[in-house]
């Protein structure tokens, strides 16, 4: 009986241990509850694939689409384009590798002119364009189609068309070629004047005949001139990628609007560099409308040369702010003149719109219907004035108004000493291509390193006026020049190339 009692106590002890230690590991979460089998796999983070982030839309509102999104809807809309012109270079449009230089400096010309195969001269060229009318209207630049003998465009879809050049304009860099087809996609208009630095936009087209490629990039500025790339300049700067063969493509913005038509690259290397422009929507719309319209661009004239308004100037004039475009000469019979335009008027407002550039106004000026009556706010002898001018066409042949009298050479003080003048005359007339009509005094030198070569002053500057005094011989000139202070600045008004100019000479 003692064993066996000796033996139960044990084990009771050991069995209730046991029981104790379940609960207690089940309390505290050191086993498994529920089911049996694998531990559930939390859900995963999905994000998804290449979105844009909601992305500023300056001046347009509501919300962004994605760029998978943007270009798929656009691409479809944007062609490669073929031209072919009668040229100098051989068929193939990257030329033969026989034409590398590099050959050429070890084998001598006279071989290749020996055995190179006789072959009609052409000159191929390869570009983009963009669909805006479903009929098969395509905006493209000036210099992918110009003088094209024969012009192939080629769609997303693989389609190939012969494509009818409808017009030209090489003082913007525009054409319009035009396919038979019908119910083809296309790339809405956006409103380029809402378009603000920073936005987002992509460029599509086909560079280097690598068709619908898309590149992706910011508005890095709006309004670049003076480029020397078309006579009439705009321009949207980007960084998006643009390389030869993504000319007359589209640069969309991030509601796949048509914002631009790219047309040039700043480039040392021949390929992006990060600065690419395109014509504003706005000015390829209204050119475009014109060519169809009428197959040529007709542009309106106000008659005033115009130039920026420096601080310097600024403060010749009296003016403390530099908004505004300054008026250095009115041409005669003009629309300007006619209505009570002056030298040295200070152009504030055009049409309701303020000018704060000479390419602002003349491109406002340009697209100004003809025969409309605009408003024009400027400034005078310190003082507002609103003037109404009626718009005419630009002649093709523009005059341009004339100095007026006759002598022979004169001696300065001040800030002109730097400058040797002399009345006009035949020889001097002939010596700098001036017109026969052209009266007054020139600058025959300037004196290395002065203020007024660093101002601009150049030989062969007609001398107009010098401190708002109208200089017509040399005895005007002296008599407005004699007398000044060494540490006087000096305004002068001269005409250069047949445009009238000011400048601000300081000691």
Known sequence: ?????????????????????????????????????????????????????????????????????????VKPAVVNIAATRSGKSGDSPHGSPLDDPFFRKFFGDELFKRDAPQREPKERGQGSGVIVESNGLIVTNNHVVNKADDIRVFLSDKREFKGKLIGTDAKTDIAIVKIEATGLPTIPWADSDQLEVGE???????????????????????????????EYEDFIQTDAAINPGNSGG??????????????????????????GFAVPSNLSRAIMDQLVRTGKVVRGWLGVAIQDLTP?????????????????????????????????????????KSMDSPTHLRNAVAQTPIGKKVSVKLIRDKKP??????????????????????????????????????????????????????????????????TAEEMGVREGDVILEVNRKAVSSLKSYEQAASGLAKDQAVLLLLKRKGQAIYLTLRP
Not at 2 to 26: F, H, N, Q
Not at 263 to 270: D, E, L, M, V, Y
Not at 314 to 325: L, N, R, S
Not at 415 to 425: A, P, W, Y
């Open 385 to 450: 004035k609103t003037i109404e001018v009626m718009i005419v066409e630009q002649p093709k042949s523009l005059g341009q108004p004339s100095a007026e009298e006759n002598r022979e050479s004169a001696v300065s003080t001040g800030v002109l000493s730097d400058l040797e003048v002399r009345e006009l005359n035949d020889e001097l007339t002939a010596r700098y291509g001036l017109k026969t009509s052209d009266r007054g005094v020139v600058v025959i030198s300037v004196k290395s390193g002065s």
């Open 250 to 275: 589209a640069l969309v913005n991030v509601r796949g609007e048509l914002v631009g038509i790219n047309t040039a690259i700043f480039s040392q290397s021949g390929g992006s560099m990060g600065i």
């Open 312 to 352: 310097e100037l600024a403060t010749q004039f009296g003016i403390t702010d530099t908004k505004g475009v300054l008026v250095s000469d009115v041409m005669a019979e003009s629309p300007a003149k006619k209505a009570g335009f002056e030298r040295a008027d200070v152009i504030v407002e055009y049409d309701s």
């Open 1 to 73: 009986m003692k064993l066996v009692r000796s033996g139960l106590v044990p084990l009771a002890l050991i069995t209730g241990g046991i029981i104790i230690g379940i609960v207690v590991a089940s309390n505290m979460d050191w086993l498994p509850s529920g089911t049996a089998g694998p531990e559930p796999i939390p859900n995963p983070i999905v994000r998804p694939v290449a979105t844009a982030p909601q992305l500023p839309m300056g001046g347009g509102g509501g919300n962004a689409k994605n760029f998978v999104e943007i270009a798929k809807s």
């Open 200 to 230: 987002y936009v992509l460029a599509v087209g086909s560079p280097f005949g690598l068709t619908q490629t898309v590149t992706m990039g910011i508005v890095s500025a709006v309004g670049r001139a003076s480029m020397g790339i078309a």
